[in-house]
């Protein structure tokens, strides 16, 4: 199949969160699979310039008085496509302007005219978040008269529900677009007008039925069949056997694990220990449950055996907290503020216990990638965490990891207890679950696959 990809950002071209990993694994996982996979994103002047002064000029359109160019990355196995409009795309910085409805509903609209112009013909346009949403709407509403586009099939994938691009209507029309009702919702638009909606993880597809985690659109998350698939994450990248951050092991050479976790105490000023060491690597943000964390926080200090270490930027009052935390508990607390990917695969590495209790998580990665390289996830059951953390049972010996359901500051301080107490006290099941974890497959095999079926099957159609 002819299968084209539309996103607001693709790794490594630009990168805010989870959409360019997928944006770059789930088309490269394609190609390898025989199809024929292009991407289109809208040329960010935040683009590294080594890849800006790569791309060739392949095609130019107008646009309500305006001009678009189309420009390609030389690439031999994927077709990676960008629109340039200095105006709409080159600010300096990408999210948050007030006219985000014209930039984006003019990347969707130019997507599907440069694809006529460069006569690619695609089977699927596989259309991410709120930015691409308009998509499905220009095909079959704008479109539908053309022959050029009636094999085309849409999948619609959302991220993250939270976000959904609400507009006022009225810039749309002064563009020439009716779509009637009153206010724009770009997600909306995007689901109701697509073939196929799914989200990224089966757990998340049921969960947005409810109002709780719906954001106001359960109306129609109820009313369209939404599959789920879960992601994948680059096992290649995130090999504990070969990443170059990491005193390298494998889970028939643990000591070198250990290892790790000396070292990252010795980086970060900790003392050298074998205390259980609980990490998390996230966006300091309520959704990601920061506030049940700042809530027991001081709690889980008052022990000596036990050292946190917080890597993340984000809200000002978490920031503030954590610094004061640092301050005051030296020899157990620890926070980097800001991203650093080689000292995150440091934490993921070194650490014994990796804590994520998100009162929503559409997916996740962190999780899949902390199992990889061996450290034990503490999750809320919810979304993709429910997926793919199995509770620990010890009656059954079934489950890789450790949950709790209620989004509640006590209910995750007994999780972590427990863990704790089986981290202490029982270290061949500590080491079973280490094993257990870094033998699961969280390739994007599986998922591509289930993918493949959506394009399959909305192709049959």
């Known amino acids: 199949m002819k ?25 490269k996982k394609m190609q390898e699979l025989g199809h024929e996979v292009s991407i289109i994103m809208p040329k960010y002047d935040k683009i590294p310039v080594k890849y800006l002064e790569k791309l060739e000029w392949v095609a130019r359109l107008e646009s309500h008085g305006d001009v678009f160019n189309l420009v390609k990355y030389p690439d031999e196995k ?22 985000e409805d014209v930039q984006y509903a003019m990347f969707s609209e130019m997507a599907l005219r440069f694809l ?48 959904q691009g609400r507009f006022s ?33 089966p757990t998340y597809a049921e969960e947005i039925k409810y109002p709780y985690f719906s954001e106001g659109l359960e109306w129609i998350t109820n009313a369209k069949k939404i599959y789920g698939v879960l992601n994948g994450i680059n096992i290649e990248e995130f090999n504990p ?17 250990k290892e790790n976790k000396y070292r990252l105490q010795e980086k970060l000023g900790l003392p050298k220990s074998d205390n259980v060491l609980i990490s998390m690597v996230t966006r300091l943000v309520e959704g990601k449950g ?19 270490v917080i890597l993340g930027s984000g809200d000002k009052f978490y920031e503030d907290y954590y610094n004061y935390l640092t301050v005051k508990y030296p020899d157990k607390f620890k926070v980097y503020l ?44 919810t ?9 620990y049972n010890i009656f059954t010996d079934e489950g890789n990891g450790f949950s709790f359901t209620n989004f509640n500051a006590d209910d995750m301080l007994f999780t972590i207890k427990v863990a704790e107490g089986i981290y202490y006290d029982k270290p061949e099941i500590w080491e079973k679950l280490v094993k257990r974890n870094m033998d699961l497959d969280f390739s994007w095999d599986k998922s591509a696959k289930e993918y493949l079926k959506l394009y399959e099957l909305v192709k049959s159609w």
């Not at 005193?247 to 028939?252: A, D, G, S």
């Open 169 to 201: 209507k009225f810039s749309f029309e002064r563009m020439g677009y009716n779509i009637g009702g009153h206010d724009l919702n770009f997600m909306q638009i995007g689901i109701g007008y697509a073939d196929v909606v799914n989200t990224v993880s």
């Open 116 to 163: 006529k112009e460069i006569n690619l013909q695609a089977d699927i346009l596989h259309c991410n978040d709120w930015q691409t949403g308009p998509v499905p709407y220009f095909l079959n509403v704008r479109y539908n008269n053309d022959p050029f586009y009636w094999d085309m099939r849409t999948v619609y994938t959302i991220h993250n529900l939270m976000y």
């Open 383 to 391: 979304g993709g965490l429910k997926d793919t953390v199995r509770p």
């Open 338 to 381: 800001g991203y650093n990917p080689h000292l995150a695969n440091e934490i993921y590495a070194g650490s014994d216990l990796f804590l994520m209790p998100s009162r929503y998580e559409p997916c996740g990665l962190s999780q899949m990638i902390a199992m990889r390289f061996g450290t034990i996830p503490i999750v809320r059951e």
């Open 241 to 257: 056997e070969t990443n170059q951050d990491v005193i390298n092991y494998n889970k028939e050479t643990l000591i070198k694990k």
């Open 290 to 308: 920061l506030d049940l964390v700042s809530a027991v926080l001081e709690n889980l200090l008052q022990y000596d055996a036990v050292q946190i």
């Open 3 to 27: 299968i084209v990809y539309l996103a607001s950002e693709v790794y490594p071209f630009f990168k805010t969160g989870g959409l360019a990993d997928v944006m770059q694994a789930l088309p």
């Open 78 to 99: 994927i077709s990676y496509y960008f629109i340039e409009n200095k105006a709409l795309y080159e600010r300096g910085h990408v999210y948050g302007d007030n006219d």
